[in-house]
């Protein structure tokens, strides 16, 4: 990455970690391997999150002497069948003993991605490999697995720190040698074998334009853009943010940190980066992995008209948005410059089409979602968007948040609310019934009669650290529980009733199953589109086929 590029963006000595002395580390990066239950890779990360731990550790000094990804050079064509608890599924990457080999003997410090709960069957065994060969070397993991379970990952492997949220300051602090006692979000394992966690959130940057681009200069870029986060092979495409955090505290969510701060890139910064892809790696597809692109619809304006001033100045490329775009935040104005900006396909989460299961989401604004969710549909149809549209099957209920917490509410839901021993304060709703179910199918109809191409059913699932989980184990309404052998993904492609992890008294596994499949043939689906010829998109009927 080049200075000019870095000055461009106001981004070199802009920090005021950066005045401190400190004594320059080696530092080695690793991507963990992932599990696919098919013959194929299905798609590979591009390490964003690694991307950008590594290259604010380069303010301070610190040389990223090796990023090993094991699914390249190859690797991503590597599978080895693993056997879990309760699944088969396939290791696909180049062992252990290759990604050893890789480490540079004068590494100082290793530090390792683990972004999803079930990647600690992956993880765990190369850990082990890599202490076996580099027993005094500090491994610190990241990550989804390591905020959610950061006991765990210190009890079954052996890491040395684990650093839970954001890692950018928490990570530099540890290659500064502070005490991790004082290192707000770390874990860590002492001399005596205990495990001492740091009581405070890890600190988030509250400027993220203090951060440099995500290792452009470390990161195999041109081998990258190759393949999507999303499998879309007809394309050069880069996975790219234009904003951390959301504020909201939707129960189902993965996200670990709920009711984050909204940080921004500025827009400006975003239209460097994607002008810096175009120009470099010939980048046509930009894949917007931000988990709330539209909170603030000027910003996002902003964003959508830099795109579409490149498109009229010639440069041929679409943008997706893959996480969803927040229903209650789109705007007319908003859908119709997402067509000028490119967007090939629209994803809308829905989640539900009964106010009541809405509710025991915690879904913002749900008293008004569904007619909003009408509106933004018949906006971005009659814009030209192809649309698809989220829902969840079977969500098994939830605390109701204070604000649901009123007469008008709690009269309408009565029958349905729910109270717990240990709880007292608390007041909980059930979930999707038959009557809920059916009010969905109901609303999706409703949707396609509007135009909108694809509906995308989901089955609730409890990821470790949510607060459906928390719920769900309190009211015993886990199948089974979350153990190092039971791998937390659902496998679509495989699915069984047995998989699934949740059974309520109003919705038990098979009846879930039933639910899922009767819309997955009632309507047509569209999930996490793959594109593998130019042109044309794969919907998951066809995936799965």
Known sequence: MSKSFLARMNLVGRDTMSTRHVTPKKVTLIATPWTFFGDDVEFRSQQLGLGYIGAYAQKFGHEIVAFIDPMLHGGHMVKVPVAT???????????????????????????????????????????EAIKRAFPHVPIVVGGILATTLPEQVLAECPADIVVRGEGEIAFSRILAGDTLQDIPGVSFRVADGSIVHSNLRSEQLKTVDQIPPPGYDFRPMKEYVKWSPRGDVADLTLSIISSRGCPFTCEFCSIPEKGQLWRPFTPERVLEEIKHAIEHWGVNHFEFEDDNFTLQEPRALQVLQYLADLRRRGHRFSCSFPNGIMIDKMTEVLAELLVAAGADIIYLPVESGDERVLVSMDKPMAEKHLAKTLQVAKWCVEAGLNVSCF??????????????????????????????????????????????????????????????????????????GTEMYEVCEAFDWLAFEDERQVLTTVSYAALTPGRIQISTPWCSQEEAFGRWQYMMDMFPTYHNVRKQEVGKLLSGAEIRA
């Not at 180049?94 to 410090?109: A, K, M, N, S, Y």
């Not at 829902?391 to 729910?418: D, M, Q, S, T, W």
């Open 85 to 127: 608890k309760l699944q088969q599924t396939n290791r696909f990457g180049h062992p252990d003993e290759w990604i050893v080999g890789q480490i540079p003997r004068d590494t100082d410090l290793i530090g390792i991605n683990a972004p999803f709960t079930d990647s600690r069957i992956v993880l765990y065994p190369m850990v």
């Open 391 to 464: 829902f969840i099957c079977a969500y098994p209920g939830g605390r109701l948040n204070h604000r649901y917490l009123k007469v008008p509410i709690l009269e309408r839901y009565k029958k349905h609310l729910l109270q717990h021993e240990a709880y007292p304060k608390d007041t909980f709703m059930m979930g999707e019934d038959v009557e809920a179910f059916d009010n969905t199918l109901q609303f999706a109809r409703q949707l396609c009669e509007l135009g909108v191409g694809g509906i995308a059913p989901l089955i609730a699932t409890p990821y470790p």
